[in-house]
């Protein structure tokens, strides 16, 4: 299977792996100090699997991208896009996901009592890494050039 391979692709699918590997880590923590901070009535530490019901599944979907990918390659499919792109695209989705679900709106109340823990930022390593692999993978692939005036 590693002949079409490079080690970016097996870059790109390590970040695949961290970012599946990381729904299932903490991502929020409560403040142990205030006794009124919850997540969905739920003090303590919390996953993203148990703290966001659809964001669970969009991200076990992005991190199975770079492997879609990898398959593409070693099958030699031919794409009408540049090879790359779509896993680019796909990470790029996940990484505004986090950072929205993580930074701007945090979950549990009050926000301001609940913390990042350390499965968020291993999401966060593992959208990039799957970015920077998708990105150089793509940006390899020499594009036809189109005669002037057509679409």
Request: proline fraction near 5%.
């Amino acid at each position: 299977m590693g002949g079409r391979l490079h080690a970016i692709e097996f870059l790109g699918m390590l970040g695949g792996a961290v970012l599946a590997v990381s729904v299932f880590l903490p991502w929020y923590a409560t403040d142990p100090e205030n006794r009124f901070a919850a997540i969905n009535g739920v003090r303590g530490a919390q996953s993203c699997w148990d703290v966001h019901p659809i964001l669970r599944w969009l991200m076990l979907a992005a991190a199975v991208a770079p492997f879609v990918l990898a398959y593409i390659i070693v099958t030699d499919q031919q794409l009408s896009w540049a090879r790359g792109e779509m896993t680019a695209v796909t990470s790029i989705a996940a990484m505004g996901l986090i950072f929205f679900n993580g930074a701007l709106d945090r979950p549990g109340d009050p926000s301001s009592a609940i913390s990042l823990r350390y499965g968020w930022f291993l999401a966060v390593i593992g959208a990039m890494l799957m970015f920077s692999s998708a990105a150089r993978r793509s940006s390899s692939h020499e594009r036809a050039r189109k005669p002037p005036g057509t679409i």
